[in-house]
């Protein structure tokens, strides 16, 4: 099945660590002034999530949100989400590591886009 959100092989060891260090974690795309629109990694609970924000899917078992206003901007590309050196947001957990996770994109072909269309949020 075709997946609206993945993870890089770096980002998927990388969250097995990150998880060792603070259980299970939650993603959220950020599209605040702060961080600009990079992905944002919580330890489960610490971000209070709301009505308009939605589940594209999961890296690993990690669940990955958007607010439903961004993602009419985004739905009709693939988010690749990739580890890479720097300095993440502030209240992401992988801040302090070195490392920030950063999103990637690919535009879904026609007929992805359509296949994605039988399955909306």
């Not at 890089?8 to 959220?28: A, R, V």
């Amino acid at each position: 099945m075709l997946k609206r959100v993945v993870g890089t092989e770096d980002t998927l060891e990388f969250l097995n660590y990150l998880q060792s260090k603070h259980g299970p974690l939650m993603f959220h795309q950020s599209g605040g002034c702060c961080d600009g629109s990079s992905p944002m990694c919580y330890a489960q609970g610490d971000l209070l999530l709301g009505d308009q924000d939605v589940l594209l899917g999961h890296i690993g078992d990690t669940p990955f949100y958007m607010h439903r206003k961004q993602f009419e901007y985004w739905k009709h590309t693939q988010l690749i989400i990739d580890v890479v050196d720097g300095r993440g947001g502030m209240f992401s957990v992988e801040g302090v590591e070195g490392k920030r996770f950063l999103t990637r994109s690919r535009a879904f072909t026609v007929e992805e886009y359509h296949e994605l269309l039988q399955h909306p949020l």
